[in-house]
């Protein structure tokens, strides 16, 4: 269903400009499986650091996934990473699976700005 003409809803959609359309952007998790050693653990950290300095992203791929932001936890951590070809991503992930499964349970979440997409609200309530 198409937000109602002149709703904050139908606001928010015209707000974006179609020529800074972004990739979809992913919340990428790791977490450290149990029962790793911590010489498994720094050979998968080594494997990484050799596949981020390659590529710049974790996955390995030349286009199409772009790294945004790391962050790290006692238990593993989170990539932000923006996506601008399903076939990439599709390797990028393969890459996590062979690469690092063994060590790692990784997840991906879509995710979007919530910020921006709630600015004609805000703006609603003023």
Do not use: C
Not at 4 to 23: C, H, K, L, N, P
Not at 82 to 111: K, M, N, R, W
């Amino acid at each position: 269903m198409a937000p109602r003409r002149g709703s904050a809803s139908a606001r928010a959609a015209a707000q974006i400009d179609r020529g800074d359309v972004m990739g979809q952007l992913y919340l990428q998790r790791f977490v450290y499986r149990d029962g790793v050693t911590k010489e498994e653990l720094d050979r998968t950290w080594g494997e990484a650091f050799a596949t981020f300095a390659r590529s710049g992203n974790w996955g390995g791929v030349e286009k199409g996934v772009t790294h945004r932001q790391g962050l790290g936890t006692g238990w593993g951590g989170y990539a932000l990473i923006e996506v601008d070809d399903p076939d990439a991503f599709a390797a990028y992930q393969l890459h996590h699976s062979l690469t690092y499964g063994h060590a790692v349970t990784i997840t991906f979440e879509p995710v979007f700005d919530l910020d921006r997409a709630m600015v004609p609200f805000v703006e609603a309530a003023r």
